[in-house]
Every structure is written in structure tokens, then in C-alpha cells.
């Protein structure tokens, strides 16, 4: 459970480019959805989710995750929120360039210091989940675009948190792929992950793995 | 699987480390055994300097050169062979 | 604590795949490096070994070297001399000595012609030095003539080589009897080239060496312990000048460090947001390029420093031969007693491993701590 209540986001404040990204957002977000946000460009969507998967501090507002506050708390407990409870996937991927498929998935559980042949296993079955398993020693920037998300994915559930973020998943790839995407987020929600998306996308909103859309315009939530 | 790279890194790094130790238990060793020819040789001849520099009488015998050979100049002074930019100058005292 | 080890293996695996990325770039880099290290521990090495040797062997060179000066130039001892000083209190025993120079044409080399205080080497022979020895071709049973000063051949015999582990004190000796080396030089009658003298009671010296020179005017004591000043100082003398040389390099390799520490690319600095944004907290980020800077700094001192001692000790420091060198036909080729200098390698450590190390993070530190929202808009 997710609850945001009367969230701010200022840019710059004090200073004379202040802005406004997010106005009060309240919503309640709720455990095994899959969610997506929407609206025109520069209504503060990837603002949101930042401020939902801890990547940034809200201005002022609270937002809770399973009733516990994490608005205010220092970038340390931060950092080990996010490792804990959100996965990302990024619209460019931002996989580590000269490191393997397999390498890349493993990152995010360096800092957790488990022991290598564990941590191996771990990331050859998501690869293999993901049907990525003959490509794990590849370096990442010889994998195609679709390859490279699924690699994003498979590093995204590494620390196997129960959120998902992906903000505009689908903005670099094809149809075939974004439906392939699509039946990942079936997947995903089936097993009881929580993924919050942000998109354009008609193909992705319209479809029916996405079972709520939040419209945003100017930092305001306009319809739920 | 093949090698990790910071097991090949630390690998690397304890053997050098274990090099550095070794040179100190080589000094050690050799501390211990110092060839006692030389010191002989010296007291037997009276030696008072080593064979480094043999192009002129002031550069073989440093310590019993001339006062006003080179080697006995201002700092700035101008020497005429390269040795003389690796050894001080006698201190008047 | 195993969880911390396995952590720290990770970081390294990541710093030295980041580090592969450019291969080159960063071999090159270590092996500049190394270079530096190599060139600096060299040089601290065999000064420092060659100026223990220096102590150790000199330890048991005469007490008191007296010299007769005439006009400012050192002279002959004339006869006399000696019963002179043996009325002088604390002089325990004397020895008036025979040597000088002989300038050989064939190798164009100088040698040092000596005569033993005690042992007597028979007339028409020669023991000589093994860097000589090695020059002309020698071995013992040879014959070999030298043209005195007078033009006068002279032949000898080699009776012996002196041996090669006492070569840095005898490269260019020639040792031979007293009449041969008097009738050699023409060197007048009674007349000796100096005296070497021992006092009773080591602390007398210097009252000993002030009476001589107030009962010889013309002479001139040098004592042992100015002697072993003299190497003592060996290769201090102008060291600025060689660091001056060094700065260059030093210089040189600072930039180039500077450059590849503190030219953070954007590439870089997108990885640190990824890192942190997929839950890699600042420290981690640091200590990550922590480990890149001691791996490269560690290594570099560790190679350059072992390649130092092998040079130094067991190769002889061949590349300073040209520099010892000089203008010299004769050098010796000796072999220095390892010694480690505790307070030289740390000195050397702190030098080569803490600037690098320091000059990686302080770039990454700026970047460790930005926001890692930023990721969610490249
Ligand atoms: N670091 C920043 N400094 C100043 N303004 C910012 C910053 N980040 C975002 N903004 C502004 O906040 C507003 C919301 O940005 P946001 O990226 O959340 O929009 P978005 O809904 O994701 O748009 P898009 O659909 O184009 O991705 C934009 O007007 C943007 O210019
Ligand atoms: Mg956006």
C-alpha cells in the first residue's frame, strides 16, 4: 500500500526559476496493481515516481509505504528503501556499458555483499526467466534494444523488491517488442509485484494488464 | 566459470606484498652474512676510498683530495667531470 | 565480516571492469607509473645500499691519514718525518705507505699503484685489481708491461687477482713490492707518499690530530671520521638537481593523472547516477573508486619497487652504470648488500600510492553526491 498525501515538488525553490512540478497529489496506490500514469509532457510524471521510489525528496507532503513514512528520512535509509522495495527500469535502459548482460543484472545487489556463486545463480535465472540465458557473458551494448530491456528488467527484480518503476518503458521499442513488454507486465502483477509505469503509449495504456490510469496535467492529478 | 578479475587483482597484489616482504628477509639474510673480504682488505691497505670514480686523482681518493682540487667549490661552482654533480663537497670544520 | 569481504570483491570486480573499458589507456597508465616508481625506488635503493657498504667497509680505514702539503699540495713525506710523530703522546702505531697514480695509454685508464704494508709481494710481480684485471684481459701467471713515467718498460707478472667480491674498494689497485714500486716511479730514497696512523684511545683522536698539526705545520691529519662524512654524504650533494630532473617527470605523470582522475566524462558521471539510483549508496560509489586507485597505486609501487630491488641488488643497477660511470675507463661492477630502509618505503609508499589514490576520489566525491533523480532524465 501506497499512500501519498498532499504531495509538493519544488525545482530551484527560492530561487527566480522556481517551479512547480508536482501541486498536491494525494492517492492511495494499492499492493499487486499495475499502474499507469499519464498525461501531457511536463505534467510531473517522472517527477512522481522519482518521489515514490525515493530517487528524490518531496517538498513537503508525506508519502507512506505500508504506513511507514519515508518523506523525511536521510539519504542513507533512502538508499536502503529503494535497494529494499523498488526496482527501476529506465526509459534508456541505462544499462553499464562494457560490463555483461549478467554483470549488469547483478549490480544493484553488490552493495548487500551475498556470496558470488549465490548472487550468480540468482541473476542466470532471471536471465533465463527472461529467455536472455545464452546471451549472459554479451556485453550489453552488443544486445539488441529489446534484449537490453529485458537485461533492465532481470537487473530491475535482482534484490527482488516488490515494486516495480518504469518510467516510459516503451518509448524505445517497436510494437512486437512493446507487446512483448506487455506480457512481462502480465507476468509480473501475476506473481504480485506492484508496478508503477508512466507512458504515452495508447498500446500500453489501452491494454489490459494496466488495470488503473492516473491522469496528471500541471501537477495535479485530474482523474483516477 | 572463468576468474573472477578481483580474485586475479588480490591475487596480484598478495604476491607483490609477499615480494616486498621477501626483499626484507633477503636484507635480513644478507645482514647476517656480510662478506668479510672487503673490511679486511681495507684495514690490510689503509683504503680510504671506494673505486667509483677513477678518471682523476680528486675524484678516486675523495677524502684525501687536494683543498683546492674541484669537489672543494662553491656549490654553484662549475666541476669539470659528471661525478662530481653526485658527491658533496668536503665540509671545513 | 564476510558479508564486508564479499562486498569489497564486488567493487573491486566492478572498479577493474570499469578499468578495462580502456585498456589501454590505463595499462599505459600503470606502466608510467611503475616507471616512476621504478626509477625513484632505484635510486633510494642504491644510495642507501651503497653508502652502508661505504659505512661498513670504511669502519676499519685508517684513523689518522697524515699528509705533508707543500704550497697548498699535497707532497712527499720527507725522511724524518716519521720519528717526529713518534714522540707525539696517544699514537699507538704508524705506517708510512707507498702509492700513486699511473695512467695506463693501452685502455686509457687510471690505476692505482700500491704497496702493501704487510704483505711482500716478490719482486717482478703484481697482484691487481679485477676491474683492471678485467679490462686488460688478465688472469694470474700473465705478463704485462706498462712505460714508467720515466719511459722505461717495465714487465711484471700477475701473481693474483684480488677477488671480485671487494672489487667496489679495489677495482683499480695494483699491488706491488716496495722496490719495485720505488724503482717503477723513480721515487726519491726515504721519501713516502703519506702515513697512516692509529691512536690508543679513540676518543684522543682529535687532541692527537691537533698536536701533529702543531708539531708539523706543513701537514695535514684527515681523519677517519671525515672520511666516512664524505661517503656518508655520498649522493646527497645536488640531489636537488636530480629532483629537478625528477620534477619533470613527476610533473608530467601528476598531469596525466589529473587528467584521467579528474576528467570525470559524462559517461562516468551517468554511471555513478545509475549506480546510486539502482541502490548503490555514495559510499559505495567511493569506496568503489577507492579500490580503483589503490589497485593501480598499490601495483604500480609494488612493480616498480620489486623491479628497483632486482635491479639494484641483483643486476647490479645496470642502468646506473652509465651515470657512476662518468668520464671513467674503469668502474667497478659490485654487488650491493640488500638493505630495506623502513622509513624510506613508507616515505616511497606515501609518495606514490596516497596522491593518486586521493586524486580519483576528490573528482568522484562532487558526483557521488548529486541526486540520483538526475538518471530519470538522460
Ligand atoms: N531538475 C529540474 N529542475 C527544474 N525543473 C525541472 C527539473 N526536473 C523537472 N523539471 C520540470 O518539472 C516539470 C515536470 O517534469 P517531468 O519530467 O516530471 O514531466 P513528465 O510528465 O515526465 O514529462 P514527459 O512526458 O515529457 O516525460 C517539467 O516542466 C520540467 O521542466
Ligand atoms: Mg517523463
Known amino acids: 500500500m501506497i499512500e501519498i498525501a498532499d504531495l509538493h515538488k519544488a525545482f530551484n525553490q527560492g530561487q527566480h526559476n522556481e517551479y512547480w512540478a508536482i501541486q498536491g497529489v494525494s492517492l492511495s496506490l494499492a499492493r499487486g496493481q499495475v499502474t499507469a500514469f499519464m498525461g501531457p509532457s511536463g505534467s510531473g510524471k517522472t517527477t512522481l515516481l522519482s518521489l515514490i521510489g525515493c530517487l528524490a525528496r518531496p517538498t513537503s507532503g508525506r508519502i507512506r509505504l505500508d504506513g511507514e513514512d519515508i518523506s523525511g528520512l536521510p539519504e542513507r535509509f533512502l538508499t536502503e528503501l529503494r535497494r529494499r522495495h523498488f526496482g527501476f527500469v529506465f526509459q534508456q535502459f541505462n544499462l553499464i556499458k562494457g560490463l555483461s548482460a549478467r554483470d549488469n543484472v547483478m549490480l544493484p545487489a553488490y552493495p548487500l555483499g551475498l556470496p558470488h556463486r549465490q548472487l550468480t545463480e540468482r541473476a542466470d535465472a532471471l536471465l533465463a526467466q527472461f529467455r536472455l540465458g545464452h546471451r549472459a557473458d554479451a556485453r550489453v551494448e552488443w544486445l539488441s534494444g529489446g534484449e537490453q530491456q529485458r537485461v533492465a528488467i532481470a537487473r530491475a527484480l535482482i534484490n527482488d523488491p516488490p515494486i516495480l518503476v518504469a518510467d516510459e518503458p516503451t518509448a524505445n521499442l517497436d510494437t512486437a517488442l512493446s507487446r512483448e513488454f506487455l506480457a512481462i507486465l502480465g507476468e509480473l502483477s501475476g506473481a504480485g509485484r506492484t508496478v508503477l509505469l508512466t507512458s504515452h503509449d495508447p498500446l500500453v495504456l489501452d491494454s489490459p494488464q494496466v488495470e488503473r490510469r492516473v491522469a496528471l496535467r500541471d501537477g495535479r492529478v485530474v482523474e483516477a | ?93 | 565480516m564476510t558479508d564486508w569481504f564479499h562486498k569489497q570483491r564486488y567493487l573491486i570486480d566492478f572498479s577493474l571492469a570499469a578499468l578495462g573499458r580502456r585498456k589501454v589507456r590505463n595499462l599505459g597508465l600503470l606502466a608510467a607509473y611503475s616507471l616512476l616508481v621504478f626509477v625513484l625506488a632505484s635510486v633510494m635503493l642504491f644510495t642507501q645500499g651503497l653508502r652502508q657498504e661505504a659505512k661498513r667497509v670504511l669502519a676499519e680505514s685508517p684513523e689518522v691519514i697524515l699528509q705533508r702539503l707543500v704550497a697548498g699540495r699535497q707532497d712527499l713525506i720527507p725522511p724524518g718525518y716519521l720519528e717526529q710523530i713518534g714522540r707525539i703522546r696517544g699514537v699507538q702505531k704508524m705506517e708510512a705507505r707507498l702509492w700513486g697514480y699511473y695512467y695506463d695509454p693501452v685502455v686509457k685508464a687510471n690505476y692505482t699503484f700500491m704497496v702493501p704494508g704487510e704483505r711482500q709481494i716478490p719482486s717482478g710481480q703484481l697482484v691487481v685489481g679485477p676491474a683492471l684485471a678485467r679490462e686488460r684481459g688478465l688472469v694470474a701467471g700473465n705478463l704485462i708491461s706498462f712505460r714508467s713515467y720515466s719511459g722505461r718498460l717495465f714487465t711484471f707478472q700477475v701473481a693474483e687477482v684480488l677477488p671480485q667480491a671487494s672489487e667496489l674498494m679495489s677495482a683499480d689497485l695494483v699491488l706491488l713490492g716496495a722496490e719495485d714500486f720505488r724503482a717503477f716511479f723513480d721515487f726519491p730514497a726515504g721519501h713516502y707518499t703519506d702515513i697512516t696512523l692509529s691512536v690508543a684511545n679513540p676518543n684522543e683522536v682529535r687532541n692527537v690530530a691537533a698536536k701533529l698539526a702543531a708539531a708539523l705545520p706543513d701537514s695535514r691529519p684527515i681523519l677517519r671520521e671525515e672520511v666516512q662524512r664524505t661517503y656518508a654524504s655520498l649522493f646527497d650533494w645536488r640531489e636537488g638537481m636530480v629532483l629537478t630532473v625528477l620534477a619533470g617527470a613527476l610533473l608530467a605523470f601528476a598531469i596525466l593523472a589529473w587528467d584521467k582522475a579528474s576528467g570525470l566524462s559524462a559517461e562516468e558521471r551517468r554511471e555513478i547516477g545509475i549506480l546510486k539510483a539502482i541502490g548503490w549508496e555514495t559510499g559505495d560509489v567511493l569506496r568503489m573508486k577507492f579500490w580503483e586507485g589503490v589497485l593501480i597505486s598499490l601495483s604500480a609501487f609494488l612493480i616498480g619497487y620489486l623491479a628497483a630491488w632486482v635491479h639494484v641488488f641483483h643486476l647490479d643497477g645496470a642502468l646506473f652504470r652509465p651515470v657512476l660511470q662518468g668520464w671513467a675507463v674503469l668502474y667497478p661492477h659490485f654487488r650491493l648488500t640488500p638493505q630495506v630502509d623502513g622509513l624510506q618505503l613508507a616515505t616511497l609508499f606515501f609518495f606514490t600510492v596516497f596522491p593518486y589514490t586521493a586524486a580519483v576520489l576528490v573528482p568522484i566525491w562532487r558526483a557521488a553526491i548529486t541526486d540520483p533523480d538526475a538518471v530519470m532524465r538522460t
Open chain 2, 1 to 93: 566459470m572463468s576468474l573472477r578479475p578481483s580474485t586475479l587483482a588480490l591475487g596480484g597484489l598478495a604476491l607483490g606484498l609477499a615480494g616486498l616482504l621477501a626483499t626484507w628477509a633477503e636484507a635480513g639474510l644478507q645482514a647476517q652474512a656480510p662478506d668479510p673480504g672487503t673490511p679486511a682488505l681495507v684495514r690490510e691497505l689503509g683504503l680510504t676510498d671506494p673505486a667509483l670514480f677513477t678518471e682523476a686523482r680528486y675524484t678516486r681518493h675523495l677524502a684525501l683530495s687536494d683543498r683546492h682540487a674541484p669537489f672543494q667549490d662553491h656549490p654553484l661552482g662549475f666541476d669539470h667531470f659528471p661525478s662530481a654533480s653526485l658527491v658533496a663537497p668536503p665540509r671545513h670544520d
